[in-house]
């Protein structure tokens, strides 16, 4: 008995490769976004400075409340940064192509091995972790804020914890975590 034909699919026509051509191309209209997103990770790097150096003169007299709210305010700015960093370079290798670095050039661990779950993963993470140095900030002015400013900040991590714990669960019930 003869061997039955292996199926081919049938050859898209010429309209058709060109409108795929077209959509996968278009994935490089993201690289402009992400080379904007290095000029707002230069202004956090800016804005880091500038409170560093007016902190520095007055840190002598500074209140210890005070010194908490100025390192808050330091450590946010750093975990946007952050931010802003993962999205640029997961985002650029998710979406657009892959980085290849230069010989010698060491690639940090988690690069090339997130893929779209476990950035969402990480950006709730640090969205939190941005939403927690508020809430701290908050708390510690607690006497300058209104309670229902006080109430929503906290509602607000909640609901930041709780949606970061829904998409780990989501994540893993889909079987990638």
């Not at 996968?24 to 880091?48: C, I, Q």
């Not at 560093?52 to 007055?58: R, S, V």
């Not at 305010?73 to 946007?80: A, E, F, N, V």
């Not at 980085?99 to 969402?120: C, Q, S, T």
């Amino acid at each position: 008995m003869p061997e039955p034909e292996p199926k081919t699919e049938p050859k898209p026509n010429q309209l058709v490769r060109i409108v795929e051509a077209l959509l996968f191309g278009g994935r490089w209209l993201l690289a402009p976004l992400y080379l904007a997103m290095l000029v707002l990770l230069a202004l956090l790097v800016v804005r880091f400075v500038i409170e560093l150096i007016h902190a520095a003169p007055e840190l002598p007299t500074m209140t210890e409340t005070k010194v908490i709210m100025t390192t808050l305010s330091l450590i946010d700015l750093s975990l946007t940064a952050n931010l802003v960093v993962l999205v640029i370079l997961t985002g650029y290798e998710n979406f657009v192509a892959r980085i290849v670095l230069a010989a010698g050039d060491r690639r940090p661990e988690w690069m090339g091995n997130i893929d779209f779950g476990g950035l969402k993963l990480k950006l709730m993470g640090s969205i939190t972790a941005i939403a927690a140095v508020h809430v701290l900030r908050v708390f510690l002015e607690i006497r300058d804020e209104p309670d229902r400013v006080v109430m929503f900040q906290g509602g607000l991590m909640i609901a930041f914890v709780v949606t970061g714990l829904l998409l780990a669960l989501t994540d893993r019930i889909a079987g990638h975590g």
